[in-house]
């Protein structure tokens, strides 16, 4: 967006205070800090407490958390419905903080695309499946190569028939959404998504009411998206499970990032492929850790703990009182 | 470029969108269209009917006028030494046609004349005296009068019967002149005249001589060419009430006779001079009610103004007179009509302010109910102009045809009328139902919402623009009524202006206020009674008051409290001044008859019809009365005269008492008029019933003189009214007293009855009528019934009422849609509601009592503060209203507003009934669908 060619004022002093590379420099989502405080009836409730997140192009992220823990407000923030108390965070080049009605709309058009939980919000109940994914497009209005008029619809429409044949409904092109089921319903959505090949895609509880053998067959279909067509998708969930269908899994607890889970496919020597999954805690940029309870209770971790630095790796020992 | 494009694929896109759209909720469009459809009809027709009937009252009353009073008519004297050179000129034919000429450029639009209905000509400017002593005089002392007539076209009027017409000739010198002219057969037979005979008519010196030359007779005589003056085609007896008092009228016969146009120096010999005289007449289909104003103010400007000094120039004779009575019966009309306007207006109001609500709470409800789809558009990327104008489209779609045939029909069928007012009324109410969906929705859906966000939150507090925004319309309000009631009583009324628009919104304000302030505080009384609530057993009461109180659905609080409750008190409050009219139009009615039926004679009535009248159906009660009118009593210690004219009613004491008390007009105890003991004799003062006036003037004791009876009295009861009398000086006394002081009058005709006053509530008027043969008989008989029932047999009466009647009804079935539209637009949240608990176990029976609760309360005090809205309106309103023009009662008994509990409870009662209704209906519908997965979206 504009932040490259006239730097704000944040930019300016963000640039002034900072050492080394940028944060996040290579990133497509970059979340810095993000503070979000709700006023509900006079209480304060802090959703997210300085979370830092970056997500890298092509990425297939999954972000989960009990809930409570801020998903859903990190989502809405990134989704451009709603803005941070404080810290940054930008999209694609586009700083959610700095953008006004126009932009902002803009963004929601062309850079981002969304999946939400209830089947029924994703697509208007009143138009196919072909069209609900054809009204982005139409809603874009000026688009890019579609042209205008007749010409323009017929592009739009083929544009939505090969974005559904992609991901597997192209049997559902004239059908409306009452006589989908709930999978195809958010396989549709998906479709609606991308339809202004955006930059990334998020998803909410994209299988919250989806049973297991259906909500694989949308994750697929988001990693279909994610594979052919190199879509960003970050997808919000509470299922722990999800681990195992997305290639990266972030941990949000009590507003902050808390661990990750990596998944990638090895090739033994044998050419036999095996996928392997490793936990990462995270540690923020000034150093915080966050240790999984599955740690701190058996050693009854409180208050303090004891680090010594080893030459490849830290130790963490519980605040044990010294021998008499 | 970019931008031509632009729109043009727009607004492609957004037909087909509004199409498909359109089309996947049939039901609700379709119901959108009924509902512009009939508001916009009314609101086309309303204003036209109210023309309508306007015209209709003046055209009635302009018709009723005598003709005289419905021309506009002008004279011009043309005598001896008067300002104009020679009066020889001016009545003869060139200077006439050359005036009536410009008195008909004169009376131009807005005045509609009528160019057939037009007469001129001149006569002597007072009817002369005929001196023969051959004619017939009614009142010897008194000789007929004549006018000489010239008007023009005389044979083409009227065929000629016998004789001749009459020659242009003069002979004869002044004072001696003799002149020809014709007669009307009916003329001729009256006043025994025949062709041939003559007649001398005194002249300023010496006498005219008048030839009848033959008889003519009128070819129209409905004509203005034979009405426009007096006396044309028949003779009219005149009366005359000569000074004194005491006096009896006079009569004599004053009739016309035709002479040539040439001829008409002849008027100038006689006493007064000629007077030249224009009569045209106005097309009554062309008079405008709303034009009354300008008529006046045309009339006005030609008889003194700017007009009047162009005529006289170009008429060239000198001072023309206009006659006033055509201004005066404007002048009269608009006084009417302005005492009606404000209740029209009131009326008016309160069934826009109603519709406008109603069509309001549409677009509303309509964008709660989108409101996640319009979430769904906004966030895929619809820019918030594209959202509103795609909004707009839909509703263009369905409702812009719909408003055109609403107002369409409205138009055909209400022929009268402007346009000018219906149309932008149309217009109006087209706009704000096109418009509501797309500018809430926009105003909702300014920023995108987060879908996330539970609704089944509560919203925090409200905010503080919001508590602004109430209490500056609050004050402004109350602000305005106070200042209303200050002011007292509604200008505007006297001087025949305009309706003051402030009063006739007097109800729609309060009631707003009242629903401000309702809707803010609501939640208390609420949360009081669900504490006793939850403490009961059954979870029923407590659910129900803890969702009325803390989670008001939108179907009740906000706007459809609001209709509903300018709706009820537009409805209380027109059934209060109905109920006033009524009350009123009875109230004269028993005023003027002083009874259920009042039968007169100016004789002794027989003791045949005593017998019958005692024996018809439905008479209860006779009271026998003797009437005196023109009593005389005179003071007996000073001999001053207290009252002439006192009316003197010798009544059988006991009937007449009941009849009192009955009516409420001045009861007395029956022994207050019997005499004291021992009595007797002509000298023993009777006691007597006596109005208040005249108790004020008379002393102790004084005496009565009716024809053939002269009585001592004295004052035993003062009272305002009775039954028998309607004037201000009455005295009553008891038959049987005065028997006993005069015993020769016992049973004779001085005593007996010529009056009977009949009670009985279901009077049989037929078998009344047939005791009063039409003719031969000099009984009057006198229902109250009919008497009430001729009060609102004008135009201007009947017309208010049946159109107050109808915008009142109007405006409670658009709160009643209030209420519908409002309990359609919760029904899936409550029938999920219910189908839940019902999974928990809740009863069919009791699941209808929670859906009673939940709501009821609101419509309970919706009701309630409609009442009391209307009840505080009534005193407030009071100084302000005068019904009387509206009931049509005679000024004497003035009409106001009464507070009537019926027409304040039974508005509410219908309402409370069909909410009950509804809600009932929903619940059973509930218990036939239990879908639990049903989404409201």
């Known amino acids: 967006m504009s932040t490259e060619t006239e730097p704000t004022l944040a930019e300016l002093e963000r640039r002034a205070t900072r050492s080394g590379p940028a944060y996040g420099q290579d990133a497509l989502i970059v979340c810095d800090r993000l503070v979000r405080v709700f006023q509900a009836d006079g209480v304060e409730v802090q959703a997210l407490q300085g979370l830092d997140l970056l997500i890298k192009e092509g990425e297939l992220t999954a972000i989960v958390g009990a809930s409570g823990s801020g998903k859903s407000t990190l989502l809405n923030i990134l989704a451009g419905l709603d803005t941070p108390t404080a810290g940054s965070a930008s999209v694609a080049g586009c700083d959610l903080l700095g953008m006004d009605a126009k932009t902002r709309l803009g963004y929601r058009r062309d850079t981002v695309g969304f999946i939400w939980q209830r089947t029924s919000r994703n697509l208007l109940p009143y138009l196919t499946a072909a069209q609900n994914v054809a009204l982005p497009m139409q809603l874009r209005g000026r688009s890019r190569g579609m042209g205008v008029g007749r010409r323009g619809n017929r592009a739009r429409m083929a544009r939505a028939a090969e974005l559904l044949d992609l991901l597997g409904m192209s049997h559902c092109l004239d059908r409306r959404p009452a006589g989908l089921s709930g999978g195809e319903q958010q396989r549709v959505a998906i479709a609606v998504a991308l339809a202004n090949d955006p930059a990334v895609v998020f998803a909410d509880e994209p299988t919250g009411e989806l049973d297991t053998a259906t909500a694989e067959q949308v994750f697929s279909a988001l990693r279909t998206a994610n594979s052919e067509l190199g879509t960003t998708i970050l997808v919000v969930t509470h299922d722990q499970a999800v681990s195992s269908e997305v290639s990266r899994t972030v941990s949000i607890r009590d507003g902050r990032t808390s661990s990750e889970t990596l998944r990638h496919v090895r090739t033994d020597e044998n050419g036999g492929e095996s996928t392997v999954s490793r936990e990462y805690t995270t540690i923020d940029r000034s150093g915080r850790l966050q240790l999984p309870p599955e740690f701190t209770e058996p050693l009854a971790i409180r208050d303090r703990v004891l680090l010594e630095l080893q030459p490849d790796h830290i130790e963490v020992r519980p605040d044990t009182p010294p021998p008499v | ?937």
């Open chain 2, 1 to 937: 470029m970019t931008r031509r494009t632009d729109l043009r694929r727009g607004r492609g896109l957004a037909a087909a969108w509004t199409w498909t759209r359109l089309r996947a909720a049939p039901g609700a469009a379709l119901a959108f269209a009924a509902l512009l459809m009939v508001t916009a009809f009314t609101a086309a027709a309303l204003p036209r009917l109210i023309d309508g009937y306007e015209n209709d009252a003046l055209r009635e009353s302009v018709a009723e006028a005598p003709l005289r009073d419905q021309l506009v008519s002008g004279t011009a004297e043309a005598v001896y030494g008067g300002p104009e050179t020679d009066p020889r000129e001016l009545v003869l034919p060139p200077a006439l046609d050359r005036s009536a000429e410009a008195f008909r450029r004169a009376v131009r639009p807005p005045l509609p004349a009528d160019r057939d209905g037009a007469v001129y000509g001149v006569h002597n400017r007072k009817p002369a005296a005929a001196i023969d002593p051959g004619f017939p005089r009614p009142s010897p002392q008194l000789t007929p009068r004549t006018s000489l007539v010239a008007q023009p076209d005389l044979a083409r009027h009227s065929r000629l019967v016998e004789g001749r017409m009459p020659g242009g000739r003069l002979t004869g010198p002044p004072g001696e002149r003799h002149v020809e002219a014709v007669l009307t057969p009916a003329t001729a037979h009256r006043m025994k005249l025949r062709t041939g005979d003559t007649f001398r008519l005194a002249g300023l010196s010496g006498e005219t001589t008048v030839k009848v030359t033959g008889l003519i007779s009128p070819r129209s005589p409905g004509d203005v060419y034979w009405k426009a003056e007096p006396s044309l085609d028949r003779p009219t007896l005149k009366s005359l009430k000569p000074p004194g008092p005491g006096s009896e009228p006079e009569h004599y016969w004053h009739f016309s006779a035709f002479i040539d146009r040439q001829a008409t120096a002849a008027l100038l010999d006689l006493k007064d001079g000629a007077e030249l005289f224009w009569h045209q007449q106005l097309r009554t289909g062309g008079i405008q009610a709303h034009q009354v104003a300008e008529l006046r103010d045309t009339l006005t400007s030609l008889t003194v103004g700017r007009d009047a000094t162009r005529l006289e120039q170009a008429a060239a004779v000198g001072p023309i007179t206009f006659n006033e009575g055509l201004v005066e019966l404007l002048a009269s009309f608009e006084r009417e009509r302005s005492a009606v306007a404000p209740l029209l207006l009131m009326a008016t109001l309160g069934l826009a302010t109603a519709a406008v609500t109603v069509l309001l709470l549409w677009g509303v409800l309509a964008a709660a109910r989108r409101e996640a789809e319009l979430a769904l558009w906004r966030s895929r990327g619809s820019s918030l102009r594209g959202l509103a104008g795609r909004l707009l489209a839909e509703t263009a779609a369905v409702g812009l045809p719909a408003a055109a045939l609403g107002t369409a029909t409205a138009l055909l069928i209400t022929p009268a009328g402007r346009w000018s007012q219906a149309l932008p009324a149309a217009a109006v109410v087209t706009a704000v139902a096109l418009f509501t969906l797309p500018v809430r929705a926009a105003l909702t859906h300014r920023r995108p919402q987060v879908p996330s966000q539970r609704s089944d939150m509560l919203r925090g507090r409200r905010s503080r623009r919001r508590t602004v925004v109430e209490v500056t319309v609050l004050t402004l309000v109350v602000g305005t009524l106070v200042a209303l009631r200050r002011r007292g009583t509604g200008g505007g009324g006297e001087d025949g202006g305009s309706p003051d628009p402030m009063l006739s919104a007097a109800p729609v304000l309060l009631a707003l206020a009242v629903a401000l302030v309702l809707v803010r505080l609501y939640p208390l009384p609420l949360r009081l009674l669900s504490r006793p609530a939850a403490r009961r057993r059954g979870p029923v009461a407590f659910l129900g008051m803890a969702r009325a109180a803390r989670a008001p659905s939108a179907a009740v609080a906000g706007l459809p409290l609001l209709t509903m409750l300018v709706a009820l008190t537009v409805a209380a409050f027109g059934g209060t001044v109905l109920a006033g009219i009524a009350d009123g139009r009875e109230a004269a009615a028993l005023r003027a008859v002083g009874a259920d039926a009042r039968l007169d004679s100016p004789e002794q009535l027989s003791g045949k019809v005593l017998a019958q009248v005692r024996k018809a159906d439905g008479v209860a009660d006779v009271s026998e009365i003797r009437v005196f009118h023109g009593g005389d009593v005179v003071d007996s210690s000073s001999g001053v005269t207290a009252g002439s004219g006192v009316t003197v009613v010798i009544a059988e004491p006991r009937a007449y008492a009941r009849l009192a008390e009955r009516t409420g007009f001045g009861a007395f105890a029956e022994r207050a008029l019997r005499p004291g003991k021992g009595a007797g004799g002509p000298d023993q003062a009777l006691p007597a019933l006596v109005s208040a006036p005249l108790a004020e003037k008379m002393a102790d004791r004084a005496s009565v003189s009716v024809p053939g009876l002269e009585l001592t009295v004295h004052a035993e009861v003062v009272r305002q009214s009775t039954p028998a009398v309607r004037g201000a000086d009455f005295l009553v006394l008891s038959r049987a007293a005065v028997e006993r002081t005069r015993p020769d009058t016992a049973d004779s005709a001085l005593v007996s009855p010529n009056s009977l006053l009949l009670s009985g509530s279901s009077l049989d008027s037929a078998a009344l009528r047939e005791l009063v043969p039409d003719k031969g008989s000099d009984l009057t008989l006198n229902l109250r019934t009919e008497q009430r029932d001729s009060y609102s047999d004008s135009v201007l009466q009947s017309g208010a009422e049946r159109l107050y009647v109808g915008a009142v009804l109007a405006a409670a079935g658009f709160s009643a849609l209030a209420v519908l539209l409002s309990l359609l637009q919760t029904a899936p949240e409550r029938i999920t509601l219910l189908a839940r608990l019902r999974t928990m176990g809740l009863p069919r029976r009791q699941g209808r009592w929670l859906l009673l609760i939940e709501s009821l309360p609101m419509y309970v005090l919706a009701a309630v503060a409609g009442v009391l809205t209307a009840l505080a309106s009534v005193p407030l309103l009071r100084p302000g209203i005068d019904l009387t023009t509206l009931a049509g009662t005679p000024a004497a008994d003035p009409v106001h507003l009464a507070t009537d509990p019926l027409s304040l409870a039974l508005p509410a009662l219908c309402l409370l009934i069909l909410a009950c209704a509804a809600l009932l209906v929903q619940a059973r519908i509930a218990g036939r669908t239990t879908d639990l997965r049903m989404e409201p979206l």
